[in-house]
């Protein structure tokens, strides 16, 4: 599991990735959003569409992740951040720095 922040609009977003031991995406919990809107993203089936993705996915809001209006920035931020944590779970395994349980 990976806990990480990105901003939203103005505040910060508190997240959680958990990672399977083949790389892929297991689940994501929203663990603090302090936006005044947008809180949509908590929502089990936003942070559901994650589930399964790698690295090789586009991981990308238009693309394979859906966009909520009035949370665009929200929807991109913890995309971006979720796609980040993805390679860096793949170079860390490919590298032999990760164990097979990461």
């Known amino acids: ?32 959003y302090r936006e005044s809107h947008g809180g949509e993203v908590r929502l089990p089936a936003w942070r559901q ?13 238009g693309s394979d992740i859906a966009n909520i209006s009035g949370a665009t920035l929200s929807c991109t931020h913890v995309t971006e951040g979720i796609r980040r944590i993805a390679a860096v779970i793949d170079v860390g395994r490919s590298s032999g720095q990760l164990g097979a349980g990461a």
């Open 1 to 32: 599991m990976v806990v990480d922040n990105v901003v939203g609009k103005f505040e910060l977003i508190t997240y959680a990735v958990g990672i399977a031991a083949d790389g892929s995406i297991r689940q994501v919990e929203i663990l603090s």
């Open 49 to 61: 569409q994650f589930v399964g993705k790698t690295v090789q996915s586009p991981i990308k809001v």
